[in-house]
Antibody, heavy 120, light 109 residues
Framework: EVQLVQSGAELKEAGQSLKISCQGFGYSFTSYWIAWVRQMPGKGLEWMGI????????IYSPSFQGQVTISTDKSINTAYLQWSSLEASDTAMYYC?????????????WGQGTLVTVSS | SSELTQDPAVSVALGQTVRITCQGDSLRNYYASWYHQKPGQAPVLVIYGQDNRPSGIPDRFSASNSGNTASLTITGAQAEDEADYYC????????????FGTGTKVTVL
């Protein structure tokens, strides 16, 4: 069974750093892109960026370029999303999602989400 | 990056049919995928490509495309279909960027 399991909720202060994780189970982790998606409270889904664990090729949305870093450790089937200096506006739910290898590129499996709360 | 626009909210009577639309330039060249999201839960893929449903998704969900508009139709809406619905597609640049629609709240009356 394919699963993406994310790390637990985080409560941080503005200016702190943070790295959250997404571990894949039940499939070839290196063969599928993993995306990170932000959902601010009461708002819609925002595509942040994506990484291919096979070769660590990474693409960022222009809106998030320079604001976060996406990485992977394929030896433990895990993708990461990190911030060097959090802001209160980073408060949101963050999902990882596997992108299926078809022409339409759907996100077929999702993690349970990691709630990040940043106090100012 | 591209934009995908959806109506903010629609309502449908129990058992009736509702269509949700997603508009954007990238849809002239690329198919959309559709997700529903219930409160407190992660999104779930319901339709992708021309009209493909993942295992476990009922056949009352169907998709269609015309010009710059993708549509998701729920035929015979059930109470459990009440959710937020999002489309996604490739960015019109055609590289590995993707984009989500603005989302539609579907209420089943």
């Amino acid at each position: 069974e394919v699963q993406l399991v994310q790390s637990g909720a985080e409560l941080k202060e503005a200016g702190q750093s943070l790295k959250i994780s997404c571990q894949g189970f039940g499939y070839s982790f290196t063969s599928y892109w993993i995306a990170w998606v932000r959902q601010m409270p009461g708002k819609g889904l925002e595509w942040m960026g994506i990484i291919y664990p096979g070769d660590s090729d990474t693409i960022y949305s222009p809106s998030f370029q320079g604001q976060v870093t996406i990485s992977t450790d394929k030896s433990i089937n895990t993708a990461y999303l990190q911030w060097s200096s959090l802001e209160a506006s980073d408060t949101a739910m963050y999902y990882c999602a596997r992108r299926y290898n078809s022409v339409s590129r759907p996100f077929d499996y999702w993690g349970q989400g990691t709630l990040v709360t940043v106090s100012s | 990056s591209s934009e995908l626009t959806q109506d903010p909210a629609v309502s449908v009577a129990l058992g009736q049919t509702v269509r949700i639309t997603c508009q954007g330039d990238s849809l002239r060249n690329y198919y959309a995928s559709w997700y529903h999201q219930k409160p407190g839960q992660a999104p779930v893929l319901v339709i992708y490509g021309q009209d493909n449903r993942p295992s476990g998704i009922p056949d009352r969900f169907s998709a269609s495309n015309s010009g710059n508009t993708a549509s998701l139709t729920i035929t015979g809406a059930q109470a459990e279909d009440e959710a937020d619905y999002y489309c996604s597609s490739r960015d019109k640049s055609g590289n590995h960027l993707d984009v989500f629609g603005t989302g539609t709240k579907v209420t089943v009356l």
